[in-house]
């Protein structure tokens, strides 16, 4: 995983929480990575995982619930640095469209060694988006938070978020997101 990923979460929970919490949370943290993160950087999942897992455990919350607060983070703070991924976009349902065919694909051409999820997407009806996920690192409580953070930034157009059990096809797994808009 990508070293903005990893410094988001410290900034989030700095943010969030103080650097007392935050200090526990990373000494209690047996990274493989000694370096501080770098931006650019790629580093073990493994690492991402145990920091989420040791901050669930000092926080007293479930590994699921701060992986959900983080995904709404994660949206709030790409906001402000990447405004041309929002700007274009006046409603939620076209800027979720656009994840997999414009914004990982340049963020593909913009970092080395990225292994992105995949959001297939297909439209029922008028008011309805399904976003299936599909990623081997199964971070779907991630994307979950990455959604409620989406309809923060769009607070003019409401819309529901149902999340499936995961299931297989072809032999991958997915979780499907139904998205039902309002407006
Ligand atoms: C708005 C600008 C966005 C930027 C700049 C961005 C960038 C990134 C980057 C750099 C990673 C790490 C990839 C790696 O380490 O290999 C990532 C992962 C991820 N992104 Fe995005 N992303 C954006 C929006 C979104 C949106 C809107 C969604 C959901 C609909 C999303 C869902 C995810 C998920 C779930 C992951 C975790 C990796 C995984 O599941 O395998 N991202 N993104």
Redesign the pocket.
């Known amino acids: 995983?990508?070293g903005?990923?990893f410094i988001l979460v410290q900034d989030f929970i700095k943010e969030t929480f103080g650097d007392e919490i935050y200090y526990e949370i990373m000494d209690r943290s047996k990274l493989q990575t000694k370096d501080p993160f770098v931006y650019p950087g790629?580093y073990p999942d493994e690492d991402l995982i145990e920091m989420v897992v040791k901050a669930a455990e000092v926080l007293k919350i479930s590994v699921d619930d701060a992986l959900l607060a983080f995904?709404a983070y994660?949206?709030g703070a790409?906001?402000p640095?990447?405004p041309e991924?929002?700007d274009k976009f006046d409603h939620p349902k076209d800027?979720?469209k656009s994840?997999d065919g414009v914004?990982?694909m340049?963020?593909r051409k913009l970092?080395k060694?990225?292994?992105?999820?995949s959001?297939k997407h297909h439209e029922p009806n008028e008011n309805t988006l399904v976003?299936s996920?599909h990623?081997?690192?199964k971070?779907?409580m991630?994307?979950h938070g990455?959604?409620n953070g989406?309809a923060e930034q769009y607070k003019q157009h409401p819309f529901t978020i149902d999340r499936s059990k995961p299931y297989e096809k072809d032999g991958k797994e997915f979780v499907d997101f139904t998205l039902v808009f309002e407006s």
């Open positions: 995983m990508k903005m990923i790629t995904g994660f949206i790409m906001h640095r990447h991924f929002f800027f979720l994840v914004i990982h340049e963020v970092m060694d990225t292994l992105l999820p959001f976003l996920y990623s081997e690192r971070l779907h991630l994307a990455i959604l989406v």
